[in-house]
């Protein structure tokens, strides 16, 4: 079985880490410490001998952090393959594909920004935005059903936004939570720490890190 360590010891010890097969959502607030955590997940699987295909929906993956991280851990940047999509269309496209088969020696797919382009796409009316909704939650099952073909774990990285009187959820948490196997939370904490918070995927942890040069580091 793949298995990629996180690079939170207890969280490794709570859900074993990046499962082949398996589907984790990663959704937190700006500068919550969601890409730097999901990169040290595609250097540990770069060290383990794999590629990682990073689907930048976005287009927010900075190339000066994205070097810093690759650099301090000594991982092979030509493992690295980045797929930007510039539309919703684009991105279905791209997930079609893994359908139809991933590059030989994938480990780790992550989708960085995978709510954006639906968010944009979405018009504020409900007759509209149901076709969205639906192409949303197709395009989430069919991530799910490559993970488990390929036997590697798939990371989504999500967005929040306000929700009058509730404060901030995920975009589409409905969608994209109920198709991952594992859910993180993570939080801005006092003192340049940051919380991951584990809301679905094994017993409730929180867990303090901070972010460093190599990706994160946790803080007991």
Avoid at 128 to 143: C, G, M, N, V, Y
Avoid at 188 to 196: D, I, Q, S, T
Avoid at 202 to 219: H, K, M, N, P, S
């Amino acid at each position: 079985m793949v298995r990629i360590p996180t690079g939170l010891p207890k969280l490794d010890i709570t859900i074993g880490g990046y499962l082949g097969g398996m589907l984790y959502f990663v959704y937190g607030e700006e500068k919550s410490g969601k890409t730097s955590l999901v990169l040290l997940a595609a250097v540990n699987a770069i060290k383990l001998g794999g590629k990682v295909v990073w689907i930048d929906c976005g287009q927010r993956l900075h190339a000066k952090r994205l070097s810093q991280v690759l650099s301090t851990n000594k991982a092979d940047a030509s493992k690295f393959i980045i797929t930007p999509t510039k539309s919703f269309d684009e991105q279905e496209a791209v997930i079609i594909s893994l359908l139809e088969g991933t590059s030989s020696g994938t480990r780790l797919i992550v989708l960085d920004d995978y709510t954006y382009l639906h968010r944009i796409a979405m018009k504020g009316e409900l007759k509209e935005d149901a076709p969205i909704f639906k192409r949303l939650a197709f395009q989430t099952a069919s991530l799910k059903e490559v993970a488990a073909t390929n036997d590697i774990p798939i990371i989504a990285v999500g967005q929040v936004h306000e929700v009058p009187g509730f404060g901030t959820k995920p975009v589409a948490s409905r969608i994209v939570g109920y198709w991952s196997d594992a859910v993180f939370r993570l939080e801005n904490a006092p003192a340049g720490f940051r919380v991951l918070i584990l809301e679905k995927g094994g017993r409730y942890l929180e867990q303090r890190f901070r972010i460093t040069d190599a990706g994160v580091e946790a803080v007991s």
